[in-house]
């Protein structure tokens, strides 16, 4: 029987555990020395982040509630199949960045359902239609303001949340 090549060329030394091994011990070197400033910058962006996409619903919110034709002329020209794969990509990044953003929340768990959400929103208006998706509008623009002020008064509402979320803590003093 011949002997395996690699065993000839290098003698196995003996490793205690993984963390010792050769390859792994200068990367986890490197892990270590991330300094703590590079999480609580992280988190800072993450929340940050969280808070934009929250003013955004509440600012698309409150245009749905208070400029319900507004809303409907903005929607209109989104109603073909190019538009709806452009409606998929935004809702889609915006899933994923509220799905990153979640440990950095106050209800991580909850922000990251709503991200999974907005994902498979996403990933379901292409197979939607544009046909469908008109016929939709058509039916919420031919119901009245009032239903268009019902979802602008939810989006605000769900946007209200994530700014709730993801600001920073109230420190109080002691006395």
Request: glycine share 8%; charged share 15%.
């Amino acid at each position: 029987m011949r002997a395996a090549v690699s065993d000839t060329l290098q003698p196995r030394l003996p490793v205690q555990s993984v963390r010792e091994a050769p390859i792994v011990a200068p990367v986890l070197a490197r892990v270590k020395s991330i300094p703590p400033f590079a999480y609580l910058l992280k988190g800072l962006i993450m929340r940050a982040l969280g808070l934009v996409i929250g003013a955004l619903v509440i600012l698309v919110g409150g245009i749905g509630f208070a400029a319900p034709d507004l809303r409907l002329a903005l929607e209109r020209p989104l109603i073909t199949p190019a538009g709806l794969y452009v409606v998929a990509v935004l809702r889609i990044a915006l899933g994923l960045a509220l799905a990153l953003a979640a440990p950095a929340s106050r209800a991580p768990r909850t922000v990251r359902v709503l991200g999974l959400i907005v994902i498979i929103a996403g990933l379901a208006a292409p197979w939607f239609g544009a046909a469908r998706a008109q016929a939709v509008l058509d039916r919420i623009a031919s119901a009245g303001p009032s239903l268009m002020r019902v979802d602008g008064s939810v989006a605000m509402a769900l946007g209200g949340f994530l700014v709730y979320v993801f600001r920073a803590p109230i420190r109080r003093e002691r006395n």
